[in-house]
Structure formats: structure tokens, C-alpha cells
């Protein structure tokens, strides 16, 4: 994998040359000799003559591998298709290509698959309906489904003109197949499939489409596809195909449930999947089911196989000239077991994928998919080539077989996502804290609920009423508000941890609850799309049970008792309208706070509806009091007013400055500024790092604090067409539109561009062009397509200059560290990103960046509550604030005054210890006492302290603590010595005489005894 990775990978051939220096070295020793002596003299000679030894390399590769991919070239494809195909082998083309970023790629992928299925020595080819399109919004599954079925159209019209009489393939249509990758491909893959099929002219070609036995979902949708097909041959249409593999994409599902807190969309184990397989398998083997649904076994298992093959037989459907059920293969998988099986069944169809030489690397997924199936022990293909010989690895695979077969029933299992948004949901834990999850838009409810939501943010109203109410237009009224406010907090903050706790945990639920009203208010005040704003109302959500959760812990603090401000101030932004607005608010309500909001005018009813929620939760109004002001004048008195305790300020830098100098002494935590960069070296995936530029740049129209601003290219990266294309075909095909509308992917500006934003989008700076020019597209000023200049300087205008816009600015650096230099010369410090597969890079990088948050091979925006906490440095980050969603956020939202301490268990951390020492040669006994104590660690609820109890006296406890501390073997030491001088730390000095009134042993509380260190006499 590392050679694949590392050496055919990347574009840059010094960057190949060097990471094939470095595993030269680790050659496997199962290689031949002269493999392993090739390659040895290739690290050698690789970083003098890259231009010579790493294409050799990497052809070497290409035709170890020649057995599993084909070469695409004319010159190669047709003498490799002449040779594979022979007497019953027949093969299934699958073109693979660059990652589909935009409608550029996916049009070159389908005109590839077109010039593939007209050749005349192919007549079957497999497409993912993923690849035939652009990237489209999730929401918009209706539209995509349209879009899909009309590019696919003419690649069926191509397959069916083959029927015609006369035609090359004598009559026969050839044959296609939709293939699939993804769990949220399944519907879409389906509906394309039968939309296509049901248009008149196809209704005598037969097709066929993948399911994928890992999902639970298999059986169910082979059942909806039989019902389809049975309707469609009772009018007299032609049967079709459904292809059963067990599944390849396992890690992509894992991630992606992850990222969202999902539930895993496949089976948990092998064997479920295997059980699902011939469940599968059982239900379409059928003799009435058959004639509407041929059945394809793909897979490699030859218990599988030979279960599909003998219930065929049992079930009197097995007869090869009906071609009922037909047996598949990967190309240059286990020959010789793809022999006997043809041999057995009469015929064999190869999954057979081709790829052009210059996107060799894009197979280095499929070929790391293929390596772990030989590799994994979970697999049936690491045993297949010793069956024969090898006793126990026969019957570990008898076993799982027959396990698979023992659990083999004829229910329907339900899907593992079943998630309804239109159903209540069902409150979160009160204690303890976990993610919610984020709407799963793969599911027909949801898609439903989001589409009731779509249709109502043209008229939405919703906040209006407590916007008018919270309106203030003199002095008077807002003094008032604020004296009620520390009045009326002073019960809320006498309240408990667990007490307030309680409120804020009702507060996530019922945050939860109106998540489709905070999605409208978003969209119809902020032009927010749905997929922007779901996690934004998880996030919040999460801020509540999390807070909550820290509420708890600010009682629990050793040797501190916390003391609430009796006023906070809360000064949201407008461009996370509710998640930041919440997470501000439900901190200082956990810390004892009351609290008065002033959201940003262009989001204020996004704030009141997130407000609505707390005061429906149980926080009163009086605690929690939402302003709006209608004079400057007035919000210069709501932050100077020596009332107010604490400040909670997301906004610009700028803004912080004014806050500052309208109270010198004002406690103020804010996060500001943001101008973000992600560096791109040749080591990285350019596909995934232009995918993420992209992405990072202009989600919510470039408007996120964390948006890239700037992508750094470091080395050959600027040069290179690969990148450029796939970031240009991504950009260009975003989908600009207002949030109403489902298909839109980047929605409108907050308001009409203006000042230092209107300059980025209109105007360029010396020596810079526009890759992509931004254009106003109707007369709002509002809906910006998204631009992309090259041609950034160092320092310049661009370069140093925070824009809150759809606008990405391309830079170039002729090393990493040239790179992170211009990273850091930018005066904020919010978020950085970096792509590369190399190691090294990482560890310079994360040496050297200066930011608050720090992405590494993905995007710069999406901060997850615990999980990925968010704040900033430099000029990104004012006060003594620590991370949003973090463990430490509360702790500087009062005031702390001491208390007794009650941690009495050893300092054993190497740190501490260093601390300890440092601090006992400046400080007089009682003051290192104190400090020891302070960093003594608490002891977890129902964990054993190893220091002696309260109930000790507390000379020896110090004493008995120091000593075992000081003694190099616990266990070993003699028990019940009694203590009258001193080598260590503890001298007779630090406790005047109390070494002549130790009592013996035997006066100790029994749970007192502990060992003195051995240098003691006694």
C-alpha cells in the first residue's frame, strides 16, 4: 500500500522519488530476488533520476497489476478484451476515472462509458450513477433523479439501438448495469433505474442493477425491485438483472456515520453480512421470482457459490440456456478457483475495470480494496489459495458457512437508519452527553420533512413577535431590563450544577423539538440552505446537553468553589445564527449566569425562535432577557454598564476593539476574525484536497469564520492541470440559488456587497486574473456566483484581508515552510488546513502553524461539540475565553474563590513532580504544602485514593503521603515503621517535634498504615 500510495499517487515525480527511497528498505522478502534487488536499486537511484526511475517503477506496477486493470488505451484495451474473453467468460467494463467533483468530470466519465459500450468487442458495461453527475444537494433527491435520468438516457438509447435488425451484435441489445457505492446511493440508484425502464422504449431491453448484501436494507429493496419487475413483465416488458455482491465500501460507511453520529448503515459483522447474502440469494431464486429477476452471484466465496448453485439445481432453475442465475468474478482474482466454478456453472462473467495509463492512481482505491480482501482474516479470500492443503483454515471457513447458514430466516430485517424527523424525538440522556445526530437526508421521510420546510421560508414569520417585543428605544427601559436581570439571576445562580443541569438538558430536547422551525427561520431570514443549517441545529442542541454536563462539574471542583457573574452579555453574529447565539447563551445560563442576548440585527429572529426554546424549557425570562436596540447609543450602555459582569462576543476583531474602549475593565471573551488557508502539497490527494477547497471556501457562500479564504499551493502543485481542473469544475458547478429551492448548494450573501466584500468580488489586484469570476446573478446584490483568483501575492491586499464572501484567493509557495510562513503572516489564527499523505509535513506543520484549529487531509469548517471544540489565537481569539464545546469553557464565566481541599492522593505524573520541586526550593513549607495539595489528583468517584484518609492526623498525612511518594518500591518497603528523622523531602524542621509525638503503628487508623521510605530510621 505504501508503494501505491506513495510512489504512484502523487503527480510530483521528486515526491514519488523520495518516498520510494524510503521503502526501498522495507521491501517484503517474499518478493523475488530480482524484484527485491529492482527495487533496492530504484531507492537509489530514485531521488538523483526521478524522470527516469519513477516511471519505470510505476509501469512495473502497472503490469504486476495488468491481471486486475485493464489498460483503457485502444492500443491495449482490444488485444486484453481479445485474449481475457474465450469459451463462456464473458466481462462486465467498468472505465474508472478522477473523482467526480463537478458536471465537467462526470460529463468525460459518461462520453468514456459511451465510446466503451460502441466498440464492438464489449457488450456490458457497469456505471455508478454517482459518476454520471456532478455533486448535487441531498435535499434535492426528486431533481437529482431527473437530472440523472436525463443524462443517462442516451448511453440506454445506445445499448437498445443494438436490437435493431442488422446491427453488429446481431440483434441483441447490449447490456448495462448501474452499479452503486454508497448507503445514500441506494434510493437514488434504484428510482433512476426504474424511471429509466419505464419509458416506453425500453420496455423489451433488459438492464440490471447492484445490491449490496452488507446493508440490511438488501433484502427489502430486492423485494421492492421484484414487485416492480413483476408489473413490468405482466405488460409484456423484458425481465432484469440484480447483480448481489456482499459489499466493498465498508470504511466509507464507517466514516460517514461517524462524522454524523448515524447509526452504521451496514450489517455490525461478517457473518450477518454473509447471512444477508443468502437471504438475499434464497428470496430471488425462485421459480416465479426468476422469470422476472435474473439473479447475479458476484463474489469469490466458493461456499457461496456453491449454496446459490446447488439451490438453483434444488429448485429446478439452474438450466445455464435461460441464463436464470449467472455466476460473476473480479478480473485476475483466484483463476484457478474462477475455472472450476466455470467449468461446474458453464459460464463466467468478469467484473473487468480499465483505466487510461495517466489516472493509474484513481485505481489505487479499487486495488487497496482487493489487497484487503487477500489480507483480512475476515475474509474468504485470505484462505482461498490453501483450502486445499491447509486443514484449518477449511474448517474456520466450514464454520463461518455453516454459521451463516444457521441464522438464515425468511424475515425482512428493518434498516439501521431509521431515523423520521417528522416523528417527536426522543429526549437525550439527562445524564451524561453524547452527539445528536444530524438529519439523515438518505431517508424518504426526512426528505419529505425537509421538503415541508422548503416550502414554508417564503413565508415564514416565525420570530417576528418576540422581536417586536424585545425592542428598546430608550435608556431607561434597557437599565431596567438589566436590573431585573441581576435580581432575578441571583435565585438562578444560588441554583446547583445538577439543578441547572436539569433546565439546560430540557432546553437541548426542546431545541431538538423545533429543529424544522430553526431550519425555516434560518433559510427565510439568513438564506442558509438545509444542509448548512441541519448542523447547525445539532450543534446547538449539542451545547445544551454539554453545558449541562459541565454545570454539574463546576460543584465538583477541588479546593475551588465557583462563583457565577451576576450578568452576562451575549453579542451573537448573523452568519451562525442560531448554534453560536445558543452555544454563548446556554454556556453562561450552566455557569450560573443571568443573561441578556442582543443577536445581530440581519439574525434576530433566528435568535428569537432559539430563545423561545430556552424559555419553553424552563429558563425564566427574567434570567434570560432578549434585547434588540434601536439606537448605537443604546448598545454602548447595555456593554459599559458596570452591571454586566462577563461579555460573550463572536464578531469582528474591530468590534472587540470598540466593546474595549467602551469599558477598559470589561471582562470580555470573543472570538473575532478569521482569514483561513489551507496549504496543499504534492504529497496530498489532489482530488480530496480540491474537494475540500472547495467545499471549505464557499459552504454558506464563504460566510463560516472558519471558510478557506486562501489555498496555499506548495511546489508542483501549482503547476499541476489535475488540480486545477478538478477545483475549477467543482466551483463552477456549485448550484447558486436562494434556500427554497432544494437543488441549491451555496445560497445568497447576508446583504447586498458592499465595501471591502465588493472589491473582492469585482476587483483584482497586480498580477492577479480570475480562474473563475464571481458575477452578481439577479438584482438583490445578494446571490453571487463563487470566484476564484489566481495570482495572489505575498502580503498583499487579499493575502492579509478578511472577507466574508463567496471569493477564494489561490497562492503559491515553493516549499512547506515558505508556505506556513505566509499562513502565519496573517494576523489572525482561527483555523488552518493542511493536505498531505506525508508524515514528515504533518510534524512540521503542526510545529510550526499558528491557529486555533487545525485540519489535516479534510475541511476547515464543521466544529464538533466535545469532539472538536472550537476558538481561536492571534488576533482570532480576545479575552481569557478557552474553547467553545470544550472542557474548560465555563471556567471562565465566574469568579473563583478558595476552598479547603480535599485531594490527598499521591503526585505520581513525572510533571507534576518537576513542578513540585521547582516550587519547593522558592517557597517556605507552607506555601509548598498548599501547592502540593492544589495538584494532588481527586480521586474518580469509586476509585481507591493511595493516600492515607481524612481521618489521619494531618502531620502524618503529609508525612505518609511524602513517603510513599518517595519510595522506590511500595511493595516492598516493611510496614508500621515509625518516623523520628528525615532524608527527604519531609525534614524535622517543617514539622517541629511532631516526629517525637508520632504515635506507633498500632495507633494509626488502620487504613493509616502505609510504608515509610527505606532511607528513614526508626
Known amino acids: 500500500m505504501g508503494f501505491v500510495d506513495g510512489v504512484v499517487r502523487p503527480e510530483d515525480l521528486n515526491v514519488a522519488a523520495r518516498n520510494l527511497a524510503k521503502l526501498a528498505p522495507k521491501v517484503p522478502a517474499f518478493l523475488p530476488w530480482y524484484m527485491r534487488s529492482a527495487v533496492a536499486l530504484g531507492g537509489t537511484m530514485a531521488p538523483v533520476m526521478p524522470q527516469v526511475v519513477i516511471p519505470i517503477a510505476r509501469k ?250 446447488l439451490l438453483a439445481k434444488q429448485r429446478g432453475i439452474a438450466d445455464t440456456a435461460q441464463r436464470s442465475i449467472e455466476f460473476e468474478m473480479l478480473l485476475g482474482m483466484a483463476q484457478g478457483q474462477a475455472e472450476a466454478v466455470k467449468k461446474d456453472v458453464g459460464s463466467l462473467l468478469l467484473y473487468t475495470p480499465v483505466v487510461h495509463p495517466s489516472e493509474f492512481d484513481v485505481a489505487i482505491a479499487y486495488l487497496i480494496r482487493r489487497l484487503e480482501e487477500g489480507a483480512s482474516q475476515d475474509n474468504f479470500m485470505s484462505a482461498v489459495f490453501e483450502l486445499s492443503e491447509n486443514e484449518a483454515l477449511f474448517e474456520r471457513e466450514k464454520q463461518r458457512f455453516l454459521s451463516s447458514l444457521e441464522a438464515l430466516d425468511n424475515s425482512v430485517p428493518p434498516a439501521n437508519r431509521q431515523q423520521n424527523r417528522s416523528l417527536p424525538p426522543v429526549p437525550m440522556p439527562h445524564t451524561g452527553f453524547r452527539n445528536t445526530p444530524d438529519t439523515d437526508p438518505s431517508l424518504p421521510a426526512n426528505r419529505d420533512w425537509g421538503r415541508a420546510i422548503l416550502d414554508r421560508i417564503p413565508s415564514s414569520t416565525l420570530g417576528h413577535a418576540s422581536v417586536a417585543a424585545a425592542s428598546i428605544k430608550d435608556e431607561a427601559t434597557l437599565n431596567t431590563v438589566i436590573a431585573t436581570a441581576v435580581e432575578k439571576g441571583k435565585a438562578w445562580g444560588g441554583l446547583s450544577g445538577d439543578e441547572r443541569a436539569e433546565i439546560l438538558h430540557r432546553a437541548g430536547d426542546v431545541l431538538e423539538a423545533r429543529r424544522a422551525d430553526l431550519l425555516e427561520v434560518m433559510a427565510s431570514e439568513t438564506g442558509k440552505t438545509i444542509d448548512q443549517g441541519d448542523p447547525e441545529v445539532s450543534e446547538a442542541v449539542d451545547f445544551a446537553h454539554y453545558y449541562a454536563e459541565s454545570a454539574r462539574k463546576l460543584d465538583k471542583v477541588d479546593g475551588a468553589t465557583f462563583v457565577p457573574a451576576k450578568l452576562t452579555v451575549v453579542t451573537p453574529p448573523w452568519n451562525f445564527p442560531v448554534a453560536i447565539p445558543a452555544g454563548s447563551t446556554l454556556a453562561a445560563l450552566a455557569a450560573g449566569s443571568a443573561v441578556v442576548i442582543k443577536p445581530a440585527k440581519q439574525a434576530a429572529r433566528s435568535g428569537a425562535v432559539m430563545v423561545e426554546a430556552l424559555w419553553e424549557a424552563g429558563v425564566p425570562r427574567d434570567v434570560l432577557t432578549m434585547v434588540q436596540l434601536g439606537e448605537r447609543e443604546l448598545g454602548k450602555q447595555l456593554i459599559s454598564h458596570p452591571a454586566v459582569d462577563r461579555v460573550i462576543l463572536t464578531g469582528g476583531y474591530e468590534t472587540a476593539e470598540l466593546f474595549r474602549s467602551f469599558r477598559k475593565d470589561l471582562p470580555l471573551l470573543a472570538e473575532t476574525s478569521g482569514k483561513n488557508a489551507i496549504i496543499v502539497t504534492p504529497s496530498a490527494d489532489l482530488d480530496l484536497a480540491a474537494k475540500d477547497v472547495a467545499y471549505s471556501a464557499f459552504g454558506h457562500a464563504g460566510q463560516k469564520c472558519s471558510a478557506a479564504s486562501l489555498v496555499i499551493l506548495v511546489g508542483s502543485v501549482a503547476k499541476s492541470k489535475r488540480f486545477h481542473n478538478q477545483l475549477i469544475d467543482a466551483v463552477t458547478s456549485l448550484k447558486v440559488g436562494y434556500p427554497q429551492d432544494p437543488t441549491s448548494q451555496m445560497g445568497p450573501i447576508i446583504e447586498p456587497a458592499n465595501g471591502k466584500l465588493l472589491n473582492a468580488l469585482t476587483t483584482l489586484g497586480e498580477g492577479e486574473n480570475w480562474a473563475v469570476e464571481p458575477k452578481k446573478l439577479d438584482g438583490t446584490g445578494k446571490l453571487w456566483s463563487p470566484g476564484v483568483r489566481y495570482g495572489v501575492k505575498r502580503g498583499s491586499y487579499f493575502h492579509l484581508t478578511e472577507f466574508f464572501g463567496p471569493v477564494l484567493g489561490v497562492m503559491t509557495a515553493d516549499t512547506l515552510e515558505e508556505a506556513i510562513a505566509i499562513q502565519n503572516q496573517i494576523e489572525y489564527g482561527l483555523t488552518a488546513g493542511l493536505h498531505s499523505l506525508n508524515s514528515e509535513e504533518l510534524s512540521i506543520w503542526l510545529d510550526s502553524i499558528q491557529a486555533g484549529n487545525l485540519y489535516v487531509n479534510r475541511g476547515i469548517t464543521g466544529a464538533i461539540v466535545q469532539r472538536q471544540p472550537f476558538g481561536g489565537w492571534k488576533k482570532s481569539a480576545v479575552g481569557a475565553g478557552t474553547k467553545a464545546g470544550g472542557p474548560n469553557y465555563l471556567a471562565g464565566l465566574g469568579d473563583w474563590a ?81 518516623s523520628r528523622t528525615w532524608s527527604g523531602p519531609w525534614q524535622p524542621a517543617s514539622w517541629p517535634d511532631r516526629s517525637s509525638r508520632c504515635p506507633p503503628p498500632s495507633n494509626f487508623p488502620p487504613s493509616c498504615a502505609r510504608c515509610l521510605p527505606r532511607s528513614t530510621s526508626t
Open 898 to 978: 478558595a476552598a479547603r481541599s480535599t485531594a490527598t492522593a499521591s503526585v505520581t505524573h513525572p510533571g507534576v513532580r518537576r513542578i513540585i520541586n521547582a516550587a519547593g526550593a522558592a517557597l517556605e513549607p507552607a506555601g509548598l504544602e498548599s501547592v502540593q495539595r492544589a495538584l494532588r489528583p481527586t480521586p474518580r468517584p469509586g476509585q481507591r485514593s493511595s493516600a492515607p484518609p481524612r481521618t489521619c492526623p494531618a502531620w502524618a498525612r503529609n508525612a505518609i503521603s511524602s513517603a510513599t511518594a518517595a519510595c522506590p518500591s511500595p511493595s516492598a518497603c516493611p510496614k508500621g515503621r515509625r
Open 60 to 309: 512495473v506496477l502497472r503490469e504486476m497489476v495488468g491481471h486486475l486493470i485493464v489498460d483503457a488505451t485502444d492500443a491495449k484495451l482490444g488485444p486484453a478484451i481479445a485474449k481475457i474473453r474465450k469459451d463462456g467468460i464473458k466481462l462486465n467494463v467498468n472505465l474508472l476515472g478522477e473523482a467526480v467533483l463537478g458536471e465537467h468530470e462526470a460529463s468525460r466519465r459518461l462520453e468514456g462509458t459511451h465510446t466503451l459500450l460502441a466498440r464492438p468487442d464489449v457488450d456490458y458495461v457497469s456505471i455508478k450513477v454517482s459518476s454520471t453527475v456532478a455533486p448535487h444537494s441531498a435535499w434535492a433527491f426528486d431533481e437529482a433523479v431527473e437530472h440523472v435520468v436525463d443524462k443517462l438516457t442516451p448511453l440506454f438509447q445506445l445499448a437498445n439501438s443494438f436490437a435493431a435488425p442488422g446491427s453488429s451484435t446481431g440483434g441483441k441489445a447490449k447490456f448495462i448495469n448501474l452499479d452503486m457505492e454508497e448507503y445514500k446511493d441506494l434510493d437514488m440508484t434504484i428510482a433512476v433505474f426504474t424511471r429509466i425502464l419505464d419509458k416506453p422504449e425500453f420496455k423489451n431491453l433488459e438492464a440490471g442493477i447492484v445490491l449490496q448484501a452488507y446493508l440490511p436494507d438488501a433484502l427489502s429493496a430486492m423485494i421492492r425491485l421484484q414487485d416492480w419487475a413483476a408489473e413490468r413483465r405482466a405488460n409484456g416488458g423484458a425481465a432484469i438483472k440484480v447483480r448481489v455482491v456482499k459489499g466493498a465500501n465498508l470504511p466509507m460507511e464507517q466514516v460517514e456515520a461517524s462524522l454524523h453520529d448515524w447509526p452504521l448503515a451496514t450489517w455490525g459483522t461478517k457473518q450477518d453480512s454473509d447471512t444477508s447474502y443468502k437471504s438475499v440469494i434464497n428470496y430471488a431464486l425462485h421459480p416465479e421470482r426468476i422469470k422476472n429477476i435474473r439473479i447475479g452471484v458476484a463474489g469469490h466465496n466458493l461456499f457461496d457459490i456453491a449454496f446459490a448453485w
